[in-house]
Structure formats: structure tokens, C-alpha cells
């Protein structure tokens, strides 16, 4: 016997053993004859049989297997676009939980008859949600397309307990920051009596704008509270919890957190998840600018020259100030370059160009030896910093034509900006 009459032939047994709809009937041979809905297939082959048989084969919404859920399902998704209508999203992905003896039901019979075309109930269904959830959109004049990778809503019908949970996937942004002013942590600090911060004058507005119910600050390293950030900026990302809108204008989130005199942001953009991870993992070079202090007069010559002794590898055990909370390591660092000059009797300002992970004020001050080169060492005199600013985080955000993202180092770049100080 042919395929195509034994298809023909068990669908009739089915039909006259069971009470099924055609969408059902259609599901127990979903892997044969693509391009049809399993509805359309189970009408087709309810068609054919009843034309063998010479008897009318009605369709019975109660359905032994999934018992009237299809009659049912408009109501559903009617249910979820009201509840997902203040959110704007343009991808979308739907989940379910079925009833166990709905897939017990199924399974019975695709024993019973032997069947090895039979589709999963779970992407049935699924498939004929996301069809009518985009057709019923569609009448509201909203075109939105499903998406298995990264939807902007994520729906699950949970049939056993009648629940509807919707999850709108964060909108994340990624931007610079300069620090203008010093005294202001990166993230909320209030036990320490810090009255704001770069978070908190970052993140209202964005959230305004976009309707988020929360964020997320994640900062690409961190300057210490009493340090500016200058140049071109700290690298960060947003992330924006359900927001209710996605299409931002980011230029108009930017001038408004830019009404701020202490925090400035550029280069706003919307950018994948990942980009969190690669920016809080880069380690790029940075350019510092410490004011220094001495407790004697050092004359400029002898300064230029202690600062380019400091050029090369450079061996810090952990800073006294930082001991309690990071392990007591010896850590290994390279200054790449140093630019100077003396601006009073007893103080210097000092440029260092330095790989990530060095402990400037340390390399300064010495921190009883536990720096090795450092610039106090040098002198047989007591430094202080008194200001240091971040300059200048070298690098930026590149996407590759694959869509992958990194944060790239360029050493011609980075000479060229620290060439330019003097």
C-alpha cells in the first residue's frame, strides 16, 4: 500500500473511531505535505474519507484530544492584546503550558494508530496563536513579525491554570559619560551620604522617555568618587526594564540629561544584550591627569625625568585603601608613556599614559613601598595627589559586518590624542 493510501486509510479509522477536529486530526500527520495548515490537511483528509466511506464526516468541535481548545483560542489571544497594548514591540515570540491530558489524548492515539507524522501539540499551537495574535494586530493597523531569537514580547499561555505572563525584553542603551564634577559616585551611594550620582542623573530620563518600570547602570570600569572623567568619556550601558517604548530618540534623551552640570553623555545608541558583558569585560588604556603636591620643591628638569623613569613595568601590591575588600595580590602593570609639567613651587601636573588596572594615586605617592617604581621613590619626598582625573578612556565600540560587538584598543589613535596634551 502507498503512502499516500495508508494516510488516507488510517484517517478514516481515526474518523470513525474518534470524535476529532480537523485541527488535531491535521496535527497527527503535520510532518507530511508542507505548505498546508494542519487545519487545512485535517479538512482534506476529513474530505477524502468521508468521499470513501460514501457518509458525511462532520467536524466535532468537542474534540476527544484537545477538547474544544481551538474554538476557544480568539478569546485567548484577545485576552493578550489587551494586555500587552501599551507596549510597543515590532517582534514577538508565543510560549504555552498545556493541559497534561491534552498531550496524554494525543499521545494515546498516535499509539493506537501507530502514527510516526505526527506534529508536536506545543508548536501547533503556538504557530496558530502567533498567526492570529499578528492577524488581530494587523486589524489595528500594528504589523509585527514572530522572532525565535530575540523578541521584543515573549508570551506564555499557561492552559492548565488559565494564566496570561508576557515578558518585554529590556531595551539597552549604550553611551559615554563625563564626570564633571567631583564627589559623585557611578552608581546610588546614599548610606554613604552622597546625594546623587552618575546613575541617577543618567537613568531618570531615559526612563521617562521610554516608559521603563526600572534600569539596570552598568559602567564599563569606575572612576573613585572624589575623580572627574573626561575626554571622551566612561563607555556604559542602560538597560531599560519593560519599557513601553522602544523607538527612542536618543538625541532627545541626551539633551535632556545634558541639562545636568555634572554628568554629559555622547554617542547614545541602542545596542544586543551582549554589549553589556564585553564592555564590563574590556580593559581599556587610559590617560590620566594627576595635580601633585610635594612636600619640597623638586626642579621641572629632575620632574620630566623621574616622570619618564616611571615608563615601563610597574609591580603594585594591593592599595592600603582598597586591602579590605580585594585580595593582597602583587599585580603587574605597564606605563606606556608620561608627559609633565611643574605649575608652582611645589606643584606638578603629571599626564600617564597606562595600561588598566595600574593604581595611579599609588604610583604617586608610593604607598609605603607597596608600588614599585614610583614616582615619591624617586624624589626621597613625601606627594600627594591632590586631583586626578581620568583624561581619557582609550578605544571604542566597534560592530563587525557579522553584527558582532568589541571594544577595540587603537595604539596610532591613542598616541596621537596623548601627543596632543602639551
Not at 227 to 248: D, I, Q, S
Not at 291 to 301: C, M, T
Not at 302 to 318: A, C, M, N, S, Y
Not at 395 to 402: A, D, I, T
Amino acid at each position: 500500500m502507498s503512502e499516500r493510501s495508508n494516510v488516507v486509510s488510517t484517517g478514516e479509522r481515526i474518523l470513525e473511531d474518534h470524535e476529532i477536529c480537523d485541527n488535531c486530526l491535521g496535527r497527527l500527520f503535520g510532518k507530511l505535505s508542507h505548505g498546508l495548515t494542519n487545519r487545512e490537511r485535517g479538512m482534506s483528509l476529513r474530505t477524502v474519507a468521508g468521499m470513501d466511506l460514501d457518509k458525511p464526516l462532520k467536524e466535532d468541535n468537542s474534540c476527544e484530544i484537545c477538547l474544544g481548545l481551538y474554538s476557544n483560542l480568539d478569546d485567548r489571544v484577545e485576552k493578550t492584546v489587551a494586555e500587552v497594548e501599551e507596549y510597543e514591540f515590532s517582534t514577538f515570540l508565543f510560549g504555552n503550558r498545556l493541559r497534561r491530558d491534552w498531550k496524554r489524548n494525543q499521545e494515546r492515539i498516535v499509539k493506537e494508530y501507530d502514527l510516526n507524522k505526527a506534529e508536536d501539540f506545543s508548536h501547533a499551537v503556538n504557530r496558530v496563536l502567533g498567526k492570529r495574535f499578528r492577524e488581530k494586530l494587523k486589524q489595528r493597523g500594528i504589523t509585527v513579525e514572530a522572532d525565535f531569537e530575540t523578541p521584543d514580547l515573549t508570551v506564555l499561555l499557561d492552559f492548565e491554570n488559565g494564566r496570561i505572563e508576557t515578558e518585554i525584553r529590556s531595551v539597552y542603551v549604550y553611551g559615554r559619560y563625563r564626570k564633571l564634577a567631583r564627589g559623585i559616585p557611578q552608581t546610588v551611594w546614599t548610606e554613604k551620604g552622597y546625594s546623587t550620582s552618575v546613575e541617577e542623573i543618567i537613568s531618570p530620563p531615559a526612563r521617562a522617555f521610554s516608559g521603563a518600570a526600572s534600569s539596570l547602570f552598568h559602567g564599563g570600569g569606575r572612576e573613585d568618587v572624589d575623580v572627574l572623567c573626561l575626554g571622551r568619556g566612561r563607555p556604559f550601558v542602560l538597560e531599560l526594564e519593560e519599557p513601553k517604548v522602544r523607538k527612542l530618540d536618543l538625541d532627545e534623551v541626551a539633551d535632556r540629561i545634558n541639562e545636568s552640570k555634572e554628568v554629559q553623555v555622547s554617542n547614545l545608541r541602542k545596542v544586543p544584550r551582549k554589549v553589556v558583558e564585553e564592555i564590563k569585560s574590556a580593559r581599556p588604556d587610559k590617560i590620566y591627569r594627576a595635580l601633585i603636591e610635594s612636600n619640597r620643591e623638586i626642579e621641572e628638569e629632575r620632574f620630566l625625568e623621574g616622570l619618564k623613569d616611571l615608563v615601563g613595568r610597574i609591580f603594585q601590591r594591593t592599595p592600603t585603601r582598597v586591602s579590605h575588600r580585594r585580595s593582597d595580590l602583587v599585580r603587574v602593570r605597564q606605563v606606556y608613556g608620561t608627559r609633565g609639567r611643574r605649575v608652582s613651587r611645589k606643584r606638578y601636573e603629571a599626564y600617564i599614559w597606562a595600561e588598566s588596572g595600574l593604581y595611579i594615586k599609588e604610583l604617586i605617592t608610593s604607598d609605603r613601598h607597596r608600588s614599585l617604581p614610583s614616582f615619591a621613590g624617586q624624589y626621597d619626598c613625601k606627594l600627594t595627589v591632590a586631583e586626578l582625573d581620568v583624561a581619557n578612556i582609550l578605544g571604542k565600540l566597534e560592530k563587525s559586518k557579522g553584527g558582532d560587538y568589541s571594544f577595540e584598543q587603537d595604539k596610532e589613535v591613542a598616541e596621537t590624542i596623548f601627543t596632543g596634551i602639551y
